[in-house]
């Protein structure tokens, strides 16, 4: 089971930190991937972490503004995103995969967790 939180209103460069939570069971070997969807838009990939390696990876519209972690100790997952746009607003999502090597494709995410809300403000 994954638990994501953190979301909420914020200006425009302001930041956010969203955590995703695991419990239930272990993804000890998993990718942890976040991913974003705006109103009437498709599902983005936005970050991944291999919780083995700590191996990360995040896509270009983010790099350089948001940085994904794990914290192994509190079974969490960190996105903490930095100057942040309005053009960033979406539900964002964490999910889990056991292959590292499909990290950015949602449909080899097999564990998702509920979306928390992100809206920036111009």
């Known amino acids: 089971q994954l638990q994501a939180s953190g979301g909420g209103l914020v200006q425009s460069g302001g930041s956010l930190k969203l955590s995703c939570v695991a419990s239930?069971?272990?993804?000890?070997?998993?990718?942890i991937g976040w991913f974003r969807q705006a109103p009437g838009k498709e599902r983005e990939w936005v970050a991944a972490?291999?919780?083995?390696?700590?191996?990360?990876a995040h896509a270009d519209s983010v790099k350089g503004r948001f940085t994904i972690s794990r914290d192994n100790t509190k079974n969490t997952v960190f996105l903490q995103m930095n100057s942040l746009k309005p053009e960033d607003t979406a539900v964002y999502y964490c999910a889990a995969n056991a292959h590292w090597s499909s990290y950015d494709n949602a449909d080899q995410y097999g564990y998702w967790g509920q979306g928390t809300l992100v809206t920036v403000s111009s």
């Open positions: 239930g069971r272990t993804f000890s070997s998993y990718a």
């Open positions: 972490v291999s919780w083995i390696s700590e191996t990360t």
